[in-house]
């Protein structure tokens, strides 16, 4: 006979998140590490800017408990999908953290006042990366 909080383990909601990338080892990369920091973890990548606001504004439930967007991706930058969301009811609630190669201030700024909560720039070592996907975790809790 299963104890109740085990029953309640069963019926969660595996972690939603939403990841916009168009580098398919970073992509590749990530996914084995969210996998590994959180077996409940779900991800869906989209591989431009478009394709992630276009998904979010017809998406139904569940939304995801986070957004990560690599800044410089095709058709869309994150900087530009931020200020896009900001201005949804829906969405704008949903904690977003932009991840980059560059550490360019005026970036981080803008991403800053367009309503990411972090701007991360893209670690170097596996062990930076998976101390990096610990703390984006932390956002869906």
Not at 54 to 68: D, G, K, N, Y
Not at 92 to 119: F, H, M, Q
Request: proline content about 6%; glycine content about 2%.
């Amino acid at each position: 006979m299963e104890k109740d909080s085990d029953f309640l383990q069963h019926k969660l909601p595996a972690k939603f998140i939403l990841l916009g990338e168009d580098d398919i080892d970073d992509k590749e990369l990530l996914e084995e590490i969210f996998c590994e920091a959180d077996a409940s973890v779900r991800l869906q990548f989209f591989n431009n800017g478009k394709k992630v606001i276009t998904h979010l504004e017809t998406c139904r439930e569940p939304l995801p408990c986070l957004i990560i967007l690599d800044f410089n991706m095709p058709e869309l930058n994150g900087a530009e999908i931020l200020k896009m969301l900001s201005a949804n009811k829906r969405l704008a609630p949903i904690p977003k953290i932009i991840w980059s190669t560059s550490n360019a201030p005026v970036y981080k700024s803008i991403c800053l006042e367009y309503g990411a909560r972090d701007y991360l720039v893209k670690p170097s070592t596996i062990s930076d990366l998976q101390n990096m996907v610990k703390y984006m975790l932390a956002y869906c809790q």
